[in-house]
Structures are given as structure tokens and as C-alpha cells.
């Protein structure tokens, strides 16, 4: 199993879809989790951390389902701003400073 | 403005000379890392330290080294033993411990020619 492993899409969706990406991860004593998004050529941007309860901006949710050892993203009402990719990364090992990413999955949200 | 420059953006280098990547970040961040990115991959850590005078290599060192001597400053040398040097780098930080997010500096796109 891959450390950190996302669908690489791509997922092509109308505008105003609801959309969901899911990251799975090899260490069950990961502790932190993120969310980044990369547009074309720029620098990950962090988009949401993962909390155990779950969390919500706007139209993002994010959780966390430690049982199956996963991280999932939900985007709601689709844009076409939304157009990206989205990389998870995991703080695999307790004690340790390193996110390992994934290698992301690509949105294109189409008029 | 508080944030992470890299530079230069853009860098050509010729086979078999060494080249040195800038970062340096205002945020008092404790932790920093270097990252590859190659097209369609993900992000692949280089090096990273948690504190002044300390680095560790992370998974794809060989062919690069990092120094950290100040708490701002974590320049990467890609040196001529890196086979395959042509990628995108990308700086992080992090305020430290295990629980905290990173953020990235623009990055620096390398080209051996």
C-alpha cells in the first residue's frame, strides 16, 4: 500500500455539482491531515486541515474516518474557480515534522 | 509582507555545475523542507530541518544538500551528481511540532540545459 494514495482523476463536472475526493493513508498513527490546492504551475496552497470532528468552510467539508484510514474532501455548488488540483497530505509518523503528499487529483469544473 | 521567497523563479543551469536555491521565510516558522515536484507527480521531500543548525535528508536526497544556519534561511544546492535535476522545487515551513500545516513559497522551476 502506497503511503499516501489519491484517485488522480481527472473528475470533470458541471458547474454547481457536488463533487467528493478521498485520500487514503498506510499508518494508522498518522496524526495531522490536510488539504492543499495547486493551481497550474503555482505552489500548494493549504485549502483545510482535518480534524477528528470533521470541519466545514463554505463549501468545503472535510473528514476524517481513522476505521478506514482515510481523509476525504467535499465540494459543494461547484465553480469554475474550483478548477485545480487538490493534494491530501499526511503527517505519517508521531514525533515527526514531515507531510507526505499525495499526488493529487485534478478538477476541471466545466460551464 | 509575511510569507516565504524563493528565488529565482526560473533557473537554467548546464550539465555538471552545482546551483543553489534560495528560501527564506519571515514567519519565525521553527521547521522548513525542500520539495520536488515532477510533472504529474506529486510532492516529493528532499531535505527538511526542524531547527537552526539541524536538517534531515527525506526521501530523494542524494544529489542535493541543504544547510540551516539561520532560522530564516534553508538554501538547497542541487549539485552534479543529481542525475535528473530538471523539476519544480518548492520551500516549505511550518511552525513546528507534528500537528501544524506548512506553507509554500512560489518555487523556483530548474532547467539543465
Known amino acids: 500500500r502506497k503511503e499516501v494514495e489519491q484517485d488522480p482523476g481527472p473528475f470533470n463536472v458541471p458547474e454547481g455539482a457536488t463533487v467528493a475526493f478521498n485520500c487514503t493513508y498506510s499508518?494508522?498513527?498518522?496524526?495531522?491531515f490536510f488539504w492543499y490546492r495547486q493551481d497550474c504551475r503555482k505552489e500548494p496552497k493549504l485549502l483545510m486541515s482535518v480534524y477528528s470532528s470533521g470541519n466545514e468552510d463554505g463549501r468545503f467539508t472535510a473528514q476524517l474516518n481513522r476505521a478506514s484510514q482515510y481523509i476525504s474532501l467535499l465540494i459543494r455548488d461547484s465553480k469554475l474557480s474550483d478548477s485545480a488540483t487538490y493534494l491530501c497530505a499526511v503527517n505519517l509518523r508521531a514525533g515527526s515534522y514531515q507531510l507526505t503528499f499525495g499526488k493529487g487529483t485534478k478538477l476541471s469544473v466545466i460551464p | 509582507d509575511g510569507g516565504i521567497t524563493q528565488s529565482p523563479k526560473y533557473l537554467f543551469r548546464k550539465e555538471g555545475q552545482n546551483v543553489t536555491l534560495s528560501c527564506e521565510q519571515n514567519?519565525?516558522?521553527?521547521?522548513m523542507y525542500w520539495y520536488r515536484q515532477d510533472p504529474g507527480q506529486g510532492l516529493r521531500l528532499i531535505y527538511y530541518?526542524?531547527?537552526?543548525?539541524?536538517?534531515q535528508k527525506g526521501d530523494i536526497a542524494e544529489g542535493y544538500s541543504v544547510s540551516r544556519e539561520k532560522k530564516e534561511s534553508f538554501p538547497l544546492t542541487v549539485t552534479s551528481a543529481q542525475k535528473n535535476p530538471t523539476a519544480f522545487y518548492l520551500c516549505?515551513?511550518?511552525?513546528?511540532?507534528?500537528?501544524?500545516?506548512?506553507?509554500f513559497g512560489q518555487g523556483t522551476r530548474l532547467t539543465v540545459v
Open positions: 530541518s526542524q531547527i537552526v543548525n539541524d536538517f
Open positions: 499508518n494508522s498513527a498518522s496524526q495531522s
Open positions: 514567519l519565525n516558522h521553527d521547521a
Open positions: 516549505a515551513s511550518s511552525i513546528g511540532g507534528e500537528y501544524t500545516e506548512a506553507f
